[in-house]
């Protein structure tokens, strides 16, 4: 079993940047590929950014250049920094794990980004 806490939302002004923070409980994060999601009211859960277990990265292409998927195995961590944030980035932040063996998926408890003047 895998627990997520998400941490760092918050309001923050158009251009300005975040970080966000997931933590994994549990065992064996090494063997998790780690990602951010997002989703605003009324929309689908969409795939932001994704950091597998041998480092490799994948974005969608709205953050490309701004947003930095990153992961600390040592301290079972996973981050989003987002730079020059728009309104559009906007909604709830959720972390995911995805054990690369058996495919379980976990999913944290969402943390709110709004950007906004």
């Known amino acids: 079993q895998v627990q997520l806490v998400e941490s760092g939302g918050g309001l923050v002004q158009p251009g300005g940047s975040l970080r966000l923070s997931c933590a994994a409980s549990?065992?064996?994060?090494?063997?998790?590929?780690m990602s951010w999601y997002r989703q605003a009211p009324g929309k689908e859960r969409d795939l932001v950014a994704r950091?597998?277990?041998?480092?490799?990265?994948n974005y969608v292409d709205s953050v490309k250049g701004r947003f930095t998927i990153s992961r600390d195995n040592a301290k079972n961590s996973v981050y989003l920094q987002m730079y020059n944030l728009k309104p559009d980035d906007t909604g709830v932040y959720y972390c995911?794990?995805?054990?690369?063996?058996?495919?379980?998926?976990?999913w944290g408890q969402g943390t709110q980004v709004t950007v906004s003047s």
């Open positions: 995911h794990a995805r054990r690369v063996v058996s495919g379980t998926r976990y």
């Open positions: 549990g065992s064996s994060f090494s063997t998790l590929d």
């Open positions: 950091i597998t277990t041998t480092g490799s990265t």
